[in-house]
């Protein structure tokens, strides 16, 4: 069986991974170099604290690789589990934490409700009356992007798989092609093209991450997927933030930090819900000096880490690739075509189950590392207009 996959990010580089270790001939078309895309741009947070089942799912799959990295991929990745804590300033907030908590741990997640007092004890610099209720899940953590997706390409290229850099897919070939647009095209993909020439597949994996939509579209496939723009910044504060704290939520502002190193932290922070599509090639890539102030004005406001001493040393912007409602596809969208796109802010987290569930597909025809309904694009109602609009979850990290 041959595959593309089209990407080197990490979602693309694990399914990369895992087709040619189930014995698929497999190339990956990256139309930059490996790290183009969202993936060094992200936070590197991984955990299983997550509202909605399949979430916690893929968290949960994703973590058994990610406990075993270093003796799997003979790779240091920085990988620190210091937790996640997210915070609610509100009752009913409080409430959906129980909930949600109850939903962890019947799928094996030791998170659990905390009341301010006992998240103090966890994070010392949080403010806890502006807070009614916390969870903590001392299993999730962060580690360091590029050397994760370092590692899956090394281990990528060693399992057989030829990684092409600098090789833009320009279309994707449906059966029939020739006659697209006379309402005759056939439906199977039958592989892509590129500046080298056609490649012809069985398989082809849409790993595009925020260029995803734009890859469905060269297959004549509508998917509800929107890049936007997040950014970070690194902070000097004036108190230094412990290497044991953390990654800490205030749920209801959007408003986060995670400790670096040497009392630094990454702070960030969502402060505009329905902030417009971003342009992949050519969004702003550095971090905007307005928004990095009200990203620690934020952050001041309930901790006593980001006192007005602190200093923005630097920062950068990343794209999110968004689905209505913050929650991947993994799908055969029409035969021969794979989706694994869309993350909405937790793709880095779950490439590792995303790579199985992708070979799984390709080669067994269905998935069975997870039930994926809940992956479908199907889930998505109405025009193609109206599955764009819209969120349901409001996302994090
Ligand atoms: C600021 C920020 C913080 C984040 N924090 C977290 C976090 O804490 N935890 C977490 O799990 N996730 C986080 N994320 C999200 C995470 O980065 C993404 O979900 C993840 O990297 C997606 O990986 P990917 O492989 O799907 O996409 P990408 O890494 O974007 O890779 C897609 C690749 O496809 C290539 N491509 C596109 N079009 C073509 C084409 N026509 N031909 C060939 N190649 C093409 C691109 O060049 C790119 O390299 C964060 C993202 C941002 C921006």
């Excluded at 004036?238 to 990454?266: I, N």
């Amino acid at each position: 069986m041959k595959g593309v996959v089209i990407g080197g990010g990490i979602v693309g580089l694990s399914s990369a991974l895992e087709l040619a270790e189930r014995g698929v001939d497999v190339t990956v078309c990256e139309q930059g170099s490996i790290g183009t895309g969202s993936t060094e741009r992200s936070v590197g947070g991984i955990r299983a604290q997550f509202s909605t089942p399949i979430n916690v799912e893929l968290s949960r799959e994703s973590m058994r690789v990610w406990n075993e990295f270093t003796e799997r991929f003979d790779a240091e990745i920085d990988y620190r589990k210091t937790g996640y804590l997210f915070l609610a300033r509100s009752e009913e907030t409080a409430a959906a934490f129980e909930e949600r908590v109850a939903m962890q741990n019947d799928r094996g997640v030791r998170s659990e409700v905390l009341d301010p007092a006992e998240a103090c004890e966890i994070c010392s610099g949080i403010d806890p009356d502006q807070f009614v209720a916390a969870t903590y899940s001392p299993t999730d953590g962060f580690a360091d992007p590029h050397l994760a997706l370092q590692a899956y390409a090394r281990a990528a290229a060693a399992a057989g798989v030829d990684v092409r850099t600098q090789t833009p897919v320009s279309d994707v070939i449906r059966a029939g092609d020739r006659d697209r647009g006379d309402g005759t095209g056939g439906a199977r993909v039958m592989g892509v093209e590129t500046p080298d020439g056609r490649l012809d597949a069985d398989i082809v994996v849409n790993a595009a991450g925020p260029w995803a939509s734009d890859i469905a579209a060269m297959a004549d496939v509508f998917l509800p997927i929107t890049p936007k723009r997040r950014q970070i910044a690194v902070v000097q504060p004036e108190t230094p933030v412990p290497e044991t704290d953390p990654l800490t939520v205030d749920l209801e502002s959007g408003s986060y930090f995670r400790p670096d190193r040497d009392g630094d932290a990454l702070v960030g922070g969502h402060f505009a819900d329905n902030d417009p599509a971003s342009d992949p090639d050519g969004y702003p890539r550095s971090m905007d000096f307005e928004w990095s102030i009200d990203a620690l004005e934020a952050a001041a406001e309930w901790t006593t880490y980001f006192g007005p001493e602190s200093a923005v040393k630097r920062g950068w912007a990343g794209l999110y690739a968004v689905t209505p409602d913050d929650t991947a596809i993994v799908e055969e969208t029409i035969p021969g075509f794979i989706t694994a796109a869309g993350f909405s802010g937790h793709g880095f987290q779950h490439a590792p189950a995303t790579g199985q569930l992708v070979a799984e597909l390709a080669v067994d025809g269905e998935a069975s590392l997870l039930g994926i309904d809940a992956l479908s694009s199907d889930r998505f109602e109405g025009t193609d207009e109206e599955k764009a609009a819209g969120r349901t979850e409001r996302n994090v990290v």
